[in-house]
């Protein structure tokens, strides 16, 4: 089966960074976009960033991510990362990524068909 494994979440002070990593087992992310989305407690799941499977093309939610975070991925790893920097505590989430079913990011929390198990990421002083 194919599935997606998030790594990389921890307890940062506030202005801290992190870099999220997500890799797959069962098949190669390659050919895939792929999205990180992040859920906080008492809110709905929220998109965050996508990448194309080439990188060519890269989207970020801007009243989230503000500048300050960046979505990379080496394929030749078979890793996509989201590197985040200038951490608020209003970045405390469970971070998730997920595969699409396609080559390009498209919509948002649509045609994603696989989601890993989440990593927790806490701001806090």
């Known amino acids: 089966q194919f599935q997606l494994v998030e790594s990389g979440g921890a307890l940062v002070q506030p202005g801290g960074s992190l870099q999220l990593s997500c890799t797959s087992s069962?098949?190669?992310?390659?050919?895939?976009?792929v999205a990180w989305f992040r859920k906080a407690p008492g809110k709905r799941r929220a998109p965050v960033a996508c990448?194309?499977?080439?990188?060519?093309?890269?989207?970020y939610v801007d009243s989230i991510v503000k500048g300050r975070f960046t979505i990379s991925r080496d394929n030749a790893k078979n890793m996509v990362y989201l590197q985040m920097d200038s951490l608020k505590p209003e970045d405390t989430a469970v971070y998730y990524c997920a595969k699409k079913q396609y080559s390009m990011c498209g919509p948002w929390d649509v045609d994603f068909d696989t989601w890993g198990q989440g990593t927790q990421v806490t701001v806090s002083s």
């Open positions: 990448i194309s499977d080439s990188s060519l093309t890269k989207k």
């Open positions: 069962g098949g190669t992310l390659a050919p895939y976009a």
